[in-house]
C-alpha cells in the first residue's frame, strides 16, 4: 500500500464528508494505493456515524472510535499502530489542512529520502495574538533546543516514513514535538514544506488557553527525556554533586573563617548566626537529595525490561 492517511477528529461531523471526497480525488488522480484511517476522539456529535456512513461507501475508510476523549496524541497513537501504508500522512479533519499537497509530500519521501516531512504554514489564517505569536514563540523556543530547524512543528500536516512512526510512542500532549521523537529515535533527515491553510469552514477550533501551560511542560519533559532516560545519574547527579560542592565551599569557609578568628583571639559571633551558614546547609541537603535521585533513577532503569530495547534497521552477520 502507498499511503495511509491518518485522520485524528473530533465534533467534525460537518467537514468529514467533503474531507474524504477530497482524499478520494487526489489518490485515484495519482493512482495511489490508500487507505484513511479516521480517529473519532470521543466526540459528542454524530462524527460517528458520518465515518460509519462513509466506510459503507469507500472501502479505503477505516475507522476507531474512542469511549471518551483521550486527545489528539492518543488518537495518532491508535491510528499509527493500525496503518500500514509505506507513506504515512497525517492531517486534521477541519478542512483546514489541503489533501493536494499529498502527491509532493510522498514524492519528498521516497524521492527525496526524507524520514519526515512537516508542513509549513507559511501563511495562516489564525489569530494574531491568541495563536500566530504564540506559535511563533514555541517554534522558535524548540528550534533552539531541539537544534530541528523547522517553522512550524506543531503543523498538523506531515508525512512519514513507515518506520518512522512504528517507532517513535506518542502521548500526552507529545503530538506537538514528533519531530523531536523521530530525532531521538534516530531520524534525523527532516524536511519541510510550505503547505496551504485554509481558514476554518465547519465547527470552531478545539484548542483552548491550556495548550500555553501543556506546550512548555511537554517541551521539557521531551528533551529530559531524550537525552536522560537511559542515564539519569548523569543529570540528577551532576546537578546534586555541583550544589554539594557550592554549600560545602561555603561551610568550609565560614569554618576557616571562624578558626583564623579563635587563633587570633577574636571572639565573633556564632557561624550559626550567620545566614550564610543555613544557605550552604540547604544547599548541601538539596544537593544530597539530587544525587540521590539520580540514584534511585538508575536503579529504576537498569531494572526496566526495555533498558537494551534499541531501534535497529537492519541486522547483518558475519
Known amino acids: 500500500m502507498d499511503i495511509s492517511v491518518v485522520i485524528p477528529l473530533f465534533n467534525e461531523e460537518e467537514s468529514l464528508p467533503e474531507l474524504a471526497a477530497w482524499i478520494k480525488k487526489v489518490m485515484e488522480k495519482n493512482n495511489f494505493s490508500y487507505e484513511i484511517m479516521m480517529i473519532d476522539d470521543g466526540s459528542h456529535d454524530n462524527s460517528w456515524k458520518v465515518v460509519e456512513q462513509l466506510q459503507k461507501e469507500n472501502s479505503s475508510i477505516k475507522g476507531i472510535k474512542f469511549r471518551r476523549n483521550y486527545g489528539k496524541s492518543a488518537a495518532l497513537y491508535c491510528g499509527f499502530e493500525a496503518v500500514q501504508g509505506d507513506v504515512v500522512i497525517t492531517m486534521d479533519a477541519d478542512l483546514q489542512d489541503s489533501p493536494d499537497e499529498i502527491p509532493e509530500l510522498f514524492r519528498m519521501i521516497k524521492e527525496d529520502g526524507f524520514d519526515l516531512v512537516s508542513g509549513w504554514k507559511k501563511k495562516r489564517f489564525d489569530p494574531v495574538l491568541t495563536k500566530n505569536i504564540p506559535s511563533k514563540l514555541y517554534n522558535w523556543t524548540v528550534r533552539r533546543m531541539s537544534g530541528i530547524k523547522l517553522h512550524d512543528m506543531n503543523c ?14 506518542v502521548y500526552g500532549e507529545m503530538h506537538r514535538y514528533i519531530p523531536v521523537l523521530a530525532k531521538w529515535a534516530g531520524y534525523n533527515n527532516i524536511g519541510e514544506k510550505v503547505v496551504v491553510h485554509a481558514e476554518r469552514k465547519y465547527g470552531v477550533t478545539k484548542f483552548g488557553l491550556e495548550r500555553f501551560v501543556r506546550g512548555p511542560l511537554d517541551l521539557l519533559s521531551v528533551m529530559f527525556i531524550s537525552r ?3 542515564r539519569p545519574m548523569h543529570f540528577f547527579g551532576i546537578l546534586g554533586a555541583l550544589i554539594f560542592f557550592v554549600g560545602f565551599a561555603a561551610a568550609a569557609y565560614l569554618g ?8 587570633q583571639g577574636i571572639t565573633g559571633h556564632l557561624i550559626t548566626d550567620s545566614p550564610y551558614f543555613y544557605i550552604a546547609l540547604t544547599s548541601m541537603i538539596i544537593g544530597g537529595q539530587f544525587f540521590l535521585a539520580g540514584f534511585l533513577g538508575e536503579l529504576v532503569s537498569r531494572s526496566a525490561s526495555e533498558r537494551n530495547k534499541y531501534q535497529i534497521d537492519i541486522k547483518t552477520f558475519e
Open 228 to 230: 536522560f532516560v537511559k
Open 256 to 263: 576557616v573563617e571562624k578558626i583564623i578568628q579563635l587563633n
Open 156 to 169: 498538523g500536516l506531515k508525512a512519514y516514513r513507515k518506520n518512522v512512526i512504528k517507532s517513535i510512542e
